[in-house]
């Protein structure tokens, strides 16, 4: 009967004792929506429909990318993205688009949603990068779908490199603000010049 209860004690402590051991605790972080720019009054009369942006699996989880070579490619474990990398990226197209004013109808792509067109796109890279010095990474190409046609009719790729100005993790991700953001405008920007040339 000791014996059983020496063993039970064992057990316990050895319980309690790895239960206290510290756990590291995640850290999450989000990309800064952009604000929003002064809406225009319906430029085009277009309805636009925000599609899915695929990517390779690592930008579809959570988990912060980093590159330590030409071919070695890591993640965090602790420092996490509040949500994957491509639906931040079309959550800020969504916004980025519906706040110009410039066209009819904005909306995501579902079922049973109408529209005109629809913006759809991969993104390819958005990682740390230390060579030669700590940086963003961020690469994507979006294009547009019309519908009529069946046929792309836009595309404009984006990559860029952003300096990070710091060595934390936050720093990181500002520069990550920075680049997706200028990323964003310049391919919506392109956007805009191809519906501003089109006949009325």
């Not at 931040?88 to 995501?108: C, D, I, P």
């Not at 049973?112 to 913006?119: H, K, M, R, S």
């Amino acid at each position: 009967m000791r014996s059983w209860l020496r063993t039970v004690l064992i057990v316990a402590i050895a319980a309690l004792a790895t239960s206290c051991g510290a756990t590291r605790p995640s850290k999450y972080y989000e990309l800064d929506l952009p604000p929003a720019p002064r809406a225009a009054t319906n430029t085009y009369d277009v309805s636009l429909l925000v599609g899915r942006l695929s990517a390779p699996h690592l930008y579809r989880d959570d988990r912060i990318v980093y590159r330590t070579g030409q071919t070695q490619i890591g993640t965090y474990e602790y420092h996490r993205w509040a949500e994957p990398p491509t639906d931040m990226l079309e959550s800020m197209m969504l916004r980025m688009l519906r706040a110009s004013g410039k066209y009819r109808t904005v909306q995501r792509q579902a079922s049973n949603t109408q529209g005109d067109y629809i913006l759809r796109g991969r993104l390819y890279q958005m990682e740390e990068v230390d060579s030669p010095s700590l940086a963003t990474r961020v690469s994507f190409e979006l294009e547009l779908y019309e519908k009529k046609s069946g046929t792309v009719v836009w595309s404009h790729f984006y990559a860029h490199d952003e300096p990070v100005s710091g060595k934390e993790v936050p720093d990181v991700v500002q520069a990550f603000n920075r680049n997706v953001q200028s990323g964003l405008a310049e391919c919506l920007g392109s956007l805009d010049q191809f519906f501003a040339s089109q006949p009325k």
